[in-house]
């Protein structure tokens, strides 16, 4: 992916780095950022919507991965940002982003966030339930401020046959629903009070989709919500947020299209179906997460003990595990590695490398054919950049890897290795 490349000392390069350098400089695990991937992604999106002459904002999803250096990153690439808590917003207002480019989701958002992101003048909130109307129009009542909002809508789109990890189909926790009337229940409610700036409305089916049906039913729905609240309600939307979860490629058995491919399908919907029904055409929203990120990310980690079970299994243990990357124990994910300081040796041997974690569910990869690994080698498992720091935990007090970030020969430290001290920094006992 993007600028990895074997150099001349057979290791594993991104973006100019050396790989095993990198590993020696900052220590293990490491989660090395490829910027120039990241910035080709970012751009591809942006791209994808200029192409077809169409207002939208590319809204990243801070959740799949943050830190200041990310946002700001993002933010120069013209990137919206979509927070799901007071700390993502905190982080994001921390790095500098404008509060107007700044989009607050979630579905048990607490009066304090809601005053917080309505003090900062956070661009958009994105309204989730009706517990959520009565907190922030008390809010807005006090502050007498107007705020942007779009309704999160449920659309019903049964994807039950498909593996995705699933929001948008009717018994979800996410947004109102729609088929029972409480989506435009939902509208009326926010139509009829001043305090709110109803722009459009927003739907998010899962994460990791390969299929393009899913999305296609989605702007398909949300194309007829649109065009019967304005006969109805007459409601015009200036946005549609059409949410993320574009799949990547994490092994060889996923085969996702290019994520831009996607946004063109679902965008030029849109744009067809607003012009079949004369309806003023509006700015269309994604939320990309994983797509942005996940493949820019390579974790590096030290190989240690081994233990043959003979005919059973090779385990290979190395320095982290579900402390940095949960999605193995969590989801079943699957995710490939190479050897990243002897990269043509030959692949001998199938293995299940695990962590250092106290549990036996804590596989990163099982049954791969790699190379037989020594103590010391580096393992680069690769497409670790999405929801695997930002999901880590400190278990069994084990300090949170460093990221750094490499581009054009240079690695930039983003967020330092947690110290044992970090470790012990809540404690206010001791
Ligand atoms: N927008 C909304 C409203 C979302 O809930 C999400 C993800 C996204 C956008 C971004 O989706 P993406 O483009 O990254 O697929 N921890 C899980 C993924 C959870 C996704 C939650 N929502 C995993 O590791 O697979």
Not at 17 to 30: I, K, R, S
Not at 264 to 271: E, F, G, P, R, S
Request: overall charge negative.
């Amino acid at each position: 992916f993007g600028t990895s490349k074997i150099n001349q000392k057979n290791h594993l390069e991104i973006g100019g780095c050396d790989t095993v350098e990198l590993a020696n400089q900052y220590g293990t695990p490491l989660f090395v950022y490829d910027v120039a991937l990241i910035k080709a992604k970012a751009r591809g999106f942006k791209k994808t919507f200029e192409d077809l002459d169409m207002k939208h904002r590319v809204v990243y999803a801070s959740k799949a991965f943050t830190s200041l250096a990310l946002y700001k990153l993002l933010a120069a690439e013209g990137l919206a940002f979509d927070v799901v808590s007071g700390g993502e917003l905190h982080a994001a207002l921390k790095a500098g982003v404008s509060p107007e480019m700044i989009e607050f989701h979630g579905n048990n958002k607490s009066a304090e966030e809601l005053a917080m992101a309505v003090n900062v003048g956070i661009g958009t909130i994105v309204v989730d339930n009706f517990y959520e109307i009565e907190l922030l129009k008390s809010i807005l009542k006090e502050t007498g401020k107007q705020q942007k909002i779009l309704l999160r809508v449920s659309p019903g789109v049964d994807a039950h046959t498909h593996s995705y990890i699933l929001t948008g189909q009717e018994d979800s926790k996410f947004g109102f629903d729609v088929k029972s009337g409480q989506a435009e229940q939902a509208l009326q409610l926010v139509l009829a009070d001043q305090g709110f700036d109803v722009i459009g409305i927003h739907c998010h089916i899962g994460s990791q989709i390969f299929g393009t049906e899913g999305f296609e039913a989605a702007t398909e729905k949300m194309m007829a919500i649109l065009l019967d609240w304005q006969s109805r309600f007459n409601f015009v939307a200036s946005v549609l947020n059409l949410g993320g979860g574009f799949g990547v490629k994490y092994s060889d058995e996923d085969t996702p299209l290019e994520a831009p491919e996607y946004v063109k399908q679902i965008a030029t919907m849109v744009k067809v179906s607003s012009q079949a029904a004369a309806y003023p055409l509006p700015e269309v929203w994604i939320e990309p997460g994983r797509s942005i990120v996940a493949e820019a990310g390579t974790t590096l980690y030290t190989v240690g003990s081994r233990k043959s079970v003979p005919n059973v299994r090779n385990f290979v243990s190395v320095d982290g595990g579900m402390g940095d990357n949960i999605r193995p124990a969590l989801y079943d994910a699957t995710y490939s590695a190479v050897v990243a300081n002897r990269m043509t040796a030959p692949a001998e041997e199938v293995v299940t490398v695990t962590g250092k974690y106290c549990e036996s569910g804590d596989k990163l990869i099982t049954d791969i054919q790699l190379p037989i690994l020594a103590a010391t080698d580096i393992l680069a498992i690769v497409t670790t950049g999405a929801y695997g720091y930002s999901m880590a935990s400190v278990y069994n007090k084990n300090p949170r890897p460093a990221v750094v970030f490499v581009e054009n020969g240079e690695s930039q430290l983003v967020l330092r290795r947690e110290t044992y001290d970090d470790l012990i920094n809540l404690d206010v006992i001791n």
